[in-house]
């Protein structure tokens, strides 16, 4: 069974660091495209960044230049690096991950999935 499992999230003064961690476990599948999300309390779930499996990344405007996305595919686990973090950067933060994994494997058939990650908190006080 896929899963995805974050860490990473904590509580930080204003123009602190974090970096989150987001990583696939189980078999049978690779990696499309993963990307982070956040939702703060009140307000819908945003994207922040996104990573696709050629590495061509996006940003929310407001994170541009502070966040960085990147991706090891040996160890299926995307990461999010957070500098000068305002508090408005508080949220729950979720990883997301398009996968292609084999649904069955005689006949082989492979699926297009989506998969959301439990959140994690990063709480960034002023």
């Known amino acids: 069974q896929v899963r995805l499992v974050e860490s990473g999230g904590d509580l930080v003064q204003a123009g602190g660091s974090l970096r989150l961690s987001c990583a696939v476990s189980?078999?049978?599948?690779?990696?499309?495209?993963m990307g982070w999300y956040r939702q703060a309390p009140g307000k819908q779930r945003e994207l922040v960044a996104s990573?696709?499996?050629?590495?061509?990344?996006n940003y929310a405007d407001s994170v541009k230049g502070r966040f960085t996305i990147s991706r090891d595919n040996a160890k299926n686990t995307v990461y999010l690096q957070m500098n000068n973090l305002k508090p408005e950067d508080t949220a729950v933060y979720y990883c997301?991950?398009?996968?292609?994994?084999?649904?069955?494997?005689?006949?082989?058939?492979?699926?297009?999935?989506?998969?959301w990650g439990q959140g994690t908190q990063v709480t960034v006080s002023s």
């Open positions: 997301n991950a398009d996968l292609t994994v084999v649904v069955q494997t005689a006949p082989l058939i492979r699926s297009s999935r989506n998969y």
């Open positions: 189980g078999s049978g599948f690779s990696i499309d495209a």
């Open positions: 990573i696709t499996g050629a590495s061509s990344t």
